[in-house]
């Protein structure tokens, strides 16, 4: 049975129970760090024996040659082969919507020449290599594939190495469909700290890369933060989160189950309402309590609106507006009117779904913008993937004879007053007189 915590944000010690209820730890344990450590420091130094024995121990894969790691090119356009047709039309034409957004975002190269003939500018170019995790066992995520691969191949990341194990040698045609789909170069069923570990180091068989982007457990998210220096890595990524803003026109069921939607990913997933209609938050409360009933997952449902959920009961749209700038969601839905006119005050959200039409689970698949998006309220100062997260800039500056006389004099001046010396005379020498 659902617990529902249901509060009004006019109570005396609200702020503080708000605090509590937001809060989540991302840092691993010390079992979890040590573990880890290990794994980087094994995969690092014995390569793809350690990838081998790893794989034996967690996803009880026996394999005796490194070279069957690799799933090859034929198996991926096998598996899309053998998916059903309706599966495969919905794979493609997410990717064409996704393709089709990511493609706005492409930065260009930029200059401008000044009066005594001085060029400044910028210079973009794409990542050579990007390893990309996806999550194996408990469930499949094909989506993953296509929101992580999809702006890469658009930003012209060369080579593309997709990691996903496959524990039990259990394979998902779905994500292998999506790898082909998508044009992943290539494909290893690796999984865990060690999948990590060989992106982020290389071994004989598996290329190291330049960043490393996907989700994955406790373990998976542990090592991106240990190799990043190494490799950049995307984010560390929490519990989803979804929060529902509602002026009460909207069907409950329609609000009960969108709260779900994000419930059922697991147990410490977050979906809170926010409503300045008393009544309709009772609605929506009776509609979670029967629709639960009905859903597969409904023991995760119920331990995460249990544990992490709410509804709350605002004063008014200013105090709504408030609250969700605070919360920051992952996920924000506004579920009124005019949707629209309250974009300018929305400061912090990671994808704002506008309207009692537009369900957040579209954006999961196919609506085209992407999916991976900043948790545990980091969208306060962090963005959705995309397409600017495999590429990177250059500066441009070449000097005129005229410019460099004019800007050597300027840094002579201020590295003398650093006392860096080398550095005045650098500049200096461009100078005329």
Not at 67 to 85: N, V
Not at 401 to 422: F, R, Y
């Amino acid at each position: 049975m659902l617990n529902i915590t249901k509060i009004s944000a006019d109570a005396e010690g609200f702020d503080a129970q708000l605090d509590q209820l937001l809060a989540w730890e991302t840092v691993s344990n010390e079992s979890v760090n040590t573990t880890v450590k290990e794994i980087l420091k094994s995969v690092r130094e014995q390569g793809d024996a350690a990838l081998l024995e790893y794989t034996a121990k967690f996803d009880r894969l026996s394999i005796t040659d490194a070279s069957q790691l690799e799933i090859p090119q034929a198996e991926l356009q096998a598996a899309l082969q053998r998916i059903p047709a309706d599966q495969r039309s919905g794979l493609e034409l997410s990717a064409q919507r996704v393709k089709a957004y990511h493609e706005r975002q492409i930065s260009e190269s930029w200059s401008y020449v000044e009066a005594d003939g001085t060029m400044l500018g910028q210079q973009v170019t794409c990542l050579d290599r990007v390893g990309l995790y996806v999550p194996g066992g408990k469930a499949a995520y094909p989506s993953s594939v296509v929101m992580n691969a999809i702006p890469a191949k658009v930003a012209g990341v060369q080579e593309l190495i997709m990691v996903v194990p496959t524990p039990d040698g259990e394979v998902n045609d779905m994500v292998l469909a999506a790898a082909a789909i998508c044009e992943v170069d290539r494909v290893f069923t690796l999984g865990g700290a060690q999948a990590v570990a060989a992106l982020a180091y290389g071994t004989e068989t598996v290329p190291a890369v330049d960043k490393i982007v996907g989700p994955g457990n406790i373990f998976v998210a542990t090592a991106k933060r240990e190799v990043f220096g190494t490799v950049g890595i995307d984010m560390i990524a929490g519990p989803s989160e979804i929060l529902v803003y509602c002026d009460g026109q909207t069907d409950p069921d329609w609000i009960a189950m969108d709260l779900f939607s994000q419930a059922e990913h697991d147990e410490d997933a977050q979906s809170i309402l926010v409503t300045e209609d008393e009544a309709f938050a009772d609605q929506v409360i009776e509609s979670m309590q029967r629709l639960v009933k009905t859903m597969p997952r409904s023991e995760i449902i119920t331990k995460a609106i249990n544990d992490r959920g709410a509804v709350i009961v605002v004063n008014s749209e200013d105090q709504a507006i408030e609250m969700i700038n605070k919360i920051a969601p992952e996920h924000l839905e506004l579920s009124v009117a005019d949707p629209q006119a309250l974009l300018p005050k929305i400061r912090h959200a990671g994808a704002i779904f506008m309207g009692r039409y537009t369900a957040e689970a579209i954006g999961d698949y196919c609506a085209g913008p992407n999916h991976v998006l900043p948790t545990s309220r980091t969208a306060r100062f962090s963005s959705p993937l995309g397409v600017h997260d495999f590429q990177k800039r250059s500066s441009l500056i070449m000097c005129s004879a005229e410019g460099a006389d004019t800007l050597g004099k300027v840094a002579g001046v201020l590295a003398d007053g650093e006392g860096l010396h080398a550095h005045a005379a650098s500049a200096r020498y461009r100078v005329k007189s």
